[in-house]
Each structure stands twice: as structure tokens, then as C-alpha cells.
């Protein structure tokens, strides 16, 4: 048993079940008041992160094969094609902090090009995360990998696992534009947060979805064959589990539309025809029309989200997008340009 050695450079024979540090997930008390009263409210609204049960998530891994759905693809296809000059923005030796990680795809074809000695993924799903973690440390046995179960969309404080390593620069990445799911000011909060770990190596990688003509985005949130409705309309069967509701989600329709003013993607459950529906001891009355707003996703402007980083405190900017100008990834530092 080698207790001396740094936390980040046991040998793999002091490694095996994933480890997982959980934290701030007891409050799920709190997450079910957030459903219901999002649920009662006028307009009716649910977060999307509770589109991300195990069936919500093998749904999102449906649309992100859709030939409509094209961030996925093209944000790996900026990846594939800029991997050298993005890595050379990137401090070698570092800790790969994985934000909402899901299957961890995406960070593990970093792990290699960006030298990384420490990957550690964020999630709130508990399951996924070990899975991710056990499938990365087969994959990376050089790697050290740990898991952190918490809410980032609610101020959090790594410090703590970062400095188990102090010698290992910080690199946040937010691939996929999930940026979009928050509005700019929560936006800037977060960045804020993330901002707040970094000092002067330490970076963050970013994917980010940009503005476009409008029928190309909306089509890659209505496909035609309604993988994104079901996936839509799947978050009343999670409200059904969590709430004792009895939402029938085929009496809601899926709509997805752009709105320009705000720049941003809406998405929206509308009922067909009016409807009681009990939620817990509740009944709420849903008039024929009547939507719950279920995902806003936010499109930006390169322009726009460097100036959205310098308001969150960053510096050293740099991005890429596609030949189309479609999606952009950006690479960002603690320091002043
Ligand atoms: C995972 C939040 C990036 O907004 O594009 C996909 C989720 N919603 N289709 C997005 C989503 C509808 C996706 N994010």
C-alpha cells in the first residue's frame, strides 16, 4: 500500500472500484419541489435536466445520430480537424474536469492529444458516472480517474479534488453547447464559477452552438421521425415517477420553435385538448393549448460569447468553428489578453 504517493499517482493496483465522491445529491428533496412547482406554475416550465433519465438518455443518444441534429457531429468534426491547435491552447499534465460528462466519449478523445494525468467526471447522474468512470480507466490505465456526483448548474466548489493535485493545471470542458440550456445571466454564473478554479494555467474548452438560419435549427429540434418529440415528451414520465402524477404524454404535443428576439431555441409541451391532471395531491388544469416550457437552448454569436467570457473574468480567448460557421468551440484562460 503506497499511502505516500500523491492522491493523483497511485498505481493501479490502489484502483478499482471507480471513486466517487458525492456531493450535494441529498438534496433531491429540493430537486421535487423544483419539479412541482415548475409543474404548477403559470406558464408551466421543468427543467431539462430531468430529461436525463436512462430512458431520456439513450433518447438524447438517438438524436445526436440524427442527420437534423447536427451540433454533435460537427462540433467533433472541429475536434478532429483543429486537435493540434486547440491542444497547443491546452496546459499538458493536467486535470481533465468533464462537466456533465454522460458517457465521456468526447473528453476521452482528448485524454491522449491533451496529455492529461487526471480525469475526473462531473455528473448528476450517479449510474452513468461509474459506468464512464470504468470504461475510462480500462481505456486509460495511466489516467487517474474519480467522480464527482453534484448539481453544477447551482454554484460548486471543486477546489478541494483540485488540490489533491497542485501541480496539475485545471482544464474544464463543456462540450455540446449544454451552455445553451442556461439563460445568459445563469449562464455567466456558471462561467463565473468555473472561473473561480482557474488560475493562471488552467483553461476551459467549450462547445457552443451558433446562430444559423432558422429552419436549419428548427429542424434539428423537430427531425422527422420525432426522436426529439418522444424525447420531449418522455420528461412527463420522469415528472410521473418523481411526483406520483398522472401526466398521459400523448395528450401533449411537441413543439419546437426559434425565437429570434431572444435567440434562442424553445422548446414546449402543448396539451391537445384541455385536461385535469393530479400531481401528487395537486390537480392542475391544463387548457387545450396550454404549454410547459420544457428546454430553452441559446444561440450565440462568436462575437457574443467572447464578450459573455471577458464579463465572466476570462482572457487568453481563442475559438474555431466549422466551414459554415455552425458551431464553435472556444478556449479560454484566467489571464488578461
Ligand atoms: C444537450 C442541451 C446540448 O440543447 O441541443 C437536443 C439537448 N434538446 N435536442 C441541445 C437537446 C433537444 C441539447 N443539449
Not at 493501479?12 to 471513486?19: G, K, S, V, Y
Not at 488560475?199 to 421521425?225: M, P
Request: charged residues 25%; glycine residues 8%.
Amino acid at each position: 500500500m503506497n499511502s505516500n504517493k500523491p492522491e493523483c499517482e497511485r498505481d493501479a493496483e490502489t484502483i478499482r472500484a471507480p471513486r466517487l465522491i458525492i456531493d450535494a445529491v441529498d438534496d433531491h428533496g429540493a430537486q421535487l419541489a423544483e419539479l412541482r412547482d415548475g409543474l404548477l406554475s403559470r406558464p408551466a416550465r421543468i427543467a431539462p435536466k430531468f430529461f436525463y433519465d436512462e430512458q431520456g438518455c439513450a433518447l438524447y443518444g438517438a438524436i445526436c445520430a440524427l442527420s437534423e441534429y447536427y451540433p454533435t457531429r460537427t462540433e467533433i468534426q472541429i475536434y478532429e480537424r483543429c486537435r493540434r491547435p486547440i491542444a497547443a491552447q491546452l496546459p499538458p499534465d493536467g486535470q481533465w474536469i468533464d462537466l456533465g460528462c454522460g458517457d465521456g466519449a468526447k473528453a476521452r478523445d482528448w485524454l491522449g492529444p491533451a496529455r492529461v494525468r487526471r480525469y475526473i467526471g462531473v455528473d448528476f447522474a450517479a449510474d452513468w458516472l461509474k459506468t464512464t468512470l470504468s470504461i475510462t480507466e480500462q481505456q486509460f490505465p495511466g489516467v487517474d480517474c474519480l467522480g464527482v456526483v453534484t448539481d453544477f448548474t447551482r454554484p460548486f466548489h471543486l477546489h478541494p479534488v483540485l488540490n489533491d493535485c497542485p501541480d496539475a493545471p485545471p482544464i474544464f470542458f463543456y462540450p455540446g453547447s449544454s451552455i445553451g440550456n442556461f439563460t445568459p445571466e445563469d449562464a455567466l454564473s456558471l462561467l463565473r464559477s468555473i472561473r473561480n478554479h482557474l488560475d493562471g494555467d488552467g483553461r476551459l474548452l467549450i462547445g457552443v452552438d451558433l446562430v444559423k438560419d432558422t429552419a436549419t435549427v428548427e429542424a434539428a429540434y423537430d427531425d422527422a421521425l420525432g426522436v426529439t418529440a418522444a424525447f420531449n415528451r418522455n420528461v412527463l414520465r420522469v415528472a410521473n415517477r418523481l411526483l406520483d402524477a398522472d401526466f398521459e404524454p400523448h395528450r401533449f404535443d411537441h413543439r419546437a420553435f426559434f425565437n429570434a428576439t431572444e435567440s434562442r431555441i424553445e422548446m414546449h409541451l402543448a396539451a391537445s385538448q384541455g385536461h385535469d391532471v393530479r400531481i401528487g395531491e395537486h390537480r392542475r388544469r391544463f387548457e387545450a393549448g396550454e404549454t410547459i416550457v420544457t428546454e430553452y437552448s441559446y444561440k450565440y454569436t462568436p462575437e457574443r460569447f467572447c464578450a459573455l467570457l471577458a464579463e465572466a473574468g476570462y482572457g487568453n480567448m481563442h475559438y474555431w468553428t466549422d466551414e459554415r460557421g455552425w458551431f464553435g468551440v472556444f478556449v479560454a484562460g484566467a489571464g488578461s489578453d
